[in-house]
């Protein structure tokens, strides 16, 4: 029904920026929530930043708030996260992903469909 195709990624060096981009195919992006989780080795998945179907709400995590933003193009069925200031502990396997309903929007089983992943390595 829905699939996400994620872009951007690499590595790079600590205070430096990147933006990931995930692009969704399907008709009814515009009313899903948008999610960006990361997984680092050896951790769980964990939640990132969100934004809702108008755009108007965003929720980051603690670890990101200030450096990270999310938005999203209903129009080009796309939704990004520009990546500041980053860290080492930012490292990790970014995935985007897309809410039907938006409930339990800062855990993995609140959402219905996710992207491929893609490498985001920070050296100090």
């Known amino acids: 029904q829905v699939q996400l195709v994620q872009s951007g990624g690499g590595s790079v060096q600590a205070g430096d920026s990147l933006r990931l981009s995930c692009a969704a195919s399907?008709?009814?992006?515009?009313?899903?929530?948008m999610g960006w989780f990361r997984q680092a080795p050896g951790k769980e998945r964990e939640f990132v930043a969100v934004?809702?179907?108008?755009?108007?709400?965003?929720y980051y995590a603690d670890s990101v708030k200030g450096r990270f933003t999310i938005s999203r193009d209903n129009a080009e069925n796309t939704v990004a996260l520009q990546m500041n200031s980053l860290k080492p502990e930012d490292t990790a396997v970014y995935y985007c992903?897309?809410?039907?309903?938006?409930?339990?929007?800062?855990?993995?089983?609140?959402?219905?469909?996710w992207g491929q992943g893609t490498q985001v390595t920070v050296s100090s």
């Open positions: 934004i809702t179907w108008g755009g108007g709400i965003t």
């Open positions: 992903a897309a809410a039907r309903r938006p409930v339990a929007l800062s855990r993995p089983p609140g959402y219905d469909y």
């Open positions: 399907g008709r009814t992006f515009s009313t899903y929530a």
